[in-house]
Every structure is written in structure tokens, then in C-alpha cells.
Nanobody, 118 residues
Framework: QVQLVESGGGLVQPGGSLRLSCAAS????????MGWFRQGPGKEREFVAA????????SYANSVKGRFTISRDNAKNTVYLQMNSLKPEDTAVYYC???????????WGQGTQVTVSS
């Protein structure tokens, strides 16, 4: 059974930073791509960032490019999302997900709340 557990969310002022973590278990973490998604109030879930198993392929949503950085530590079975210059519109529940061999996200964490407000 694959488990993904996010942490690091919270309340932060506009312009601030947070680092989210996602700890994985139950799968050989190092060989699967990982992604971060978010769902804001009244919105559909949207893609934020993804990283391939080898770190060679990284992608970001246009709305977070230059502000967010995704990374992974395969030795710790953990993927991170460093979020800088946060804006109120970044407020959302953030989810990490693990992709299968076909690149489809088949396992999801429970989410962690990020609120950007003064």
C-alpha cells in the first residue's frame, strides 16, 4: 500500500515562504515521477509542479514559475516544494501525487492547507 503524507502547510503573509514535504512509503520511490497539485476555494484541482525520477525533467505551472521549486531526496523518499514570494491566490490545499509507469498519477496524499493572508 502506497502512502503519501504531506506536511509544512500553514498561514503565511504575502511575500513569505513555505516549504512543503511529502514523505512516501510502500513503493520504490526513486523510480517514479512525483507531482504537486493544489485546489483553491471553489476551484478545481490544478497542476503545480512535477519532477521525474532522475530529476532531469522538471515542469511548473506558469502561475508558479520563478517562485516555486520542486526537488526530491530519493534517499529519504521525500519530495519537496519550496514556495517563495507567496501570493493570496496561492491559497489552496496542496497535494502530492505519485505517477505510475505510464505517467498517470495513481496515488495521492491527504493534502496540506496553505493560506496566504495578511
Amino acid at each position: 500500500q502506497v502512502q503519501l503524507v504531506e506536511s509544512g502547510g500553514g498561514l503565511v503573509q504575502p511575500g513569505g515562504s513555505l516549504r512543503l514535504s511529502c514523505a512516501a512509503s510502500g513503493r520504490t520511490f526513486s523510480i517514479y515521477a512525483m507531482g504537486w497539485f493544489r485546489q483553491g476555494p471553489g476551484k478545481e484541482r490544478e497542476f503545480v509542479a512535477a519532477i521525474s525520477w532522475s530529476d532531469r525533467n522538471i515542469s511548473y505551472a506558469n502561475s508558479v514559475k520563478g517562485r516555486f521549486t520542486i526537488s526530491r531526496d530519493n534517499a529519504k523518499n521525500t519530495v519537496y516544494l519550496q514556495m517563495n514570494s507567496l501570493k493570496p491566490e496561492d491559497t489552496a490545499v496542496y497535494y502530492c501525487a505519485s505517477a505510475d509507469d505510464d505517467g498517470q498519477y495513481d496515488y495521492w496524499g491527504q493534502g496540506t492547507q496553505v493560506t496566504v493572508s495578511s
